[in-house]
């Protein structure tokens, strides 16, 4: 792409500035939530340019093998990185998917022009967290859940809050590819995989950050049936748990960026909000379970993940975070691949 309207760096000092803003928006970044925390993503900067890359090493052979959760995954690192940017005082410009050559190329960002700085979804990155406990009896309040439509919509995708009429087809579509995951064997490699990493490795899924089973509208995830989870549930009862799904118009990579890119902002907005939130992946990685959930739905629009949305019982007890990889790891600076 020849057009540099996007370019503010030009003077040497500039370009050295942009660079600084851009390897910290790409370190916020790495507090990105991703599946099973594969954090399956690579950037490289040139110039005032930071190139997202996917990382297949880390895509889910079996329960992901189109590559959805994939770039769902580095769609929220690329909001997180713009966010970043905006609370610096720069719009961030990006270009989605510029290269049909390159696939892997997953955007181009650039610092963008001057604006005012946005610091509320950027205190969220570094608060936010996955919270498998159940959630308190209040149902979130009506203007949050409008704020967070509100934020799926900036990025083209519907947020899509489950009726108590389809919430039980939603808990036995959850419950099925549950069980669908562990009896397939191949499916059940790639859980293993990332739920029995080694502290080195810095990442995958703990058993301290997911909770054994209780009784709940929808079941909790099983994650590996070899690894009793040890996060206490609580006295929650997620009666009041907004149960949700992100909805795209297309089933194609672009849509499944979008979608990354709008879980990222309802994420850190209702987590500005004192909500918490947690995925529900299981019912998009089955393909039987992602066509029944569409019929549930009855839309002419895709699934792309699910998410539950409640009240914390108490604000003030965040669950444990597992482990990011570090800035070396994920960051090539100019002169390395
Ligand atoms: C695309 C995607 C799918 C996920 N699926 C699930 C899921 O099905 N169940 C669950 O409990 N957590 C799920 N998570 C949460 C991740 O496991 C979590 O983000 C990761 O372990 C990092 O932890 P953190 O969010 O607390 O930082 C998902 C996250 C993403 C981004």
């Known amino acids: ?18 660079v600084d803003q851009l390897a910290e928006a790409t370190l916020a970044a790495l507090r990105a939530p991703s599946v099973l925390n594969t954090q399956p993503w690579r950037w490289r900067l040139f110039g005032d340019t930071a190139e997202l890359l996917v990382d297949r090493d880390r895509q889910l052979p079996a329960l992901d093998p189109d590559g959805r959760l994939l770039l769902l995954s580095c769609g929220i690192a690329l909001n997180h990185a713009l966010t970043a940017l905006r609370a610096g005082g720069y719009a961030g410009v990006v270009e989605r998917l510029p290269d049909d050559r390159r696939p892997d190329l997953v955007a181009r960002l650039h610092r963008g022009s001057r604006c005012a700085p946005d610091q509320r979804n950027y205190n969220a990155i570094y608060r936010r967290h996955t919270d498998r406990r159940p959630f308190a009896d209040v149902l979130p309040p009506m203007a949050d ?21 389809e919430l039980p087809s939603f808990a036995d579509i959850a419950t099925v590819a ?12 790639d859980l293993k995989r990332w739920t029995t990493r080694t502290p080195e490795d810095q990442d ?5 950050t997911t909770t054994p089973p209780t009784e709940r509208p929808v079941p909790a995830r099983t994650f590996n049936r070899a690894q009793p ?23 194609e990579p672009r849509a499944w960026l979008a979608a990354g890119e709008a879980l990222s902002d309802v994420w850190l907005t ?20 992602r066509r029944a959930l569409r019929n549930l739905l009855g839309e002419d629009a895709y699934p792309a993940i699910g998410l539950r949305i409640g009240v914390p019982v108490d604000p003030a007890d965040a669950p444990p975070s597992p482990a990011r990889r570090s800035g070396t790891d ?8």
């Open 229 to 251: 989870p040890r996060l206490a549930t609580g006295p929650g009862t997620d009666r009041g748990t907004a149960y949700t799904v992100l909805l795209t118009d297309q089933d």
């Open 178 to 189: 549950d069980v669908v995951e562990h009896a397939d064997r191949s499916l059940a490699a």
């Open 330 to 337: 994920v960051l090539g600076l100019p002169g390395q691949s």
């Open 1 to 18: 792409m020849n057009d540099r309207s996007h370019r503010t760096a030009d003077a040497p000092g500039d370009t050295r500035a942009a």
């Open 145 to 165: 859940l409008d704020a967070l439509r509100a934020a799926a919509v900036r990025h083209g995708v519907h947020l899509r809050v489950l009726t108590a009429t």
């Open 204 to 208: 995958g899924l703990p058993a301290r």
């Open 270 to 289: 209702l987590t500005a909000r004192g909500l918490a939130a947690s995925p529900i992946s299981e019912v998009v990685e089955v393909a039987s379970a």
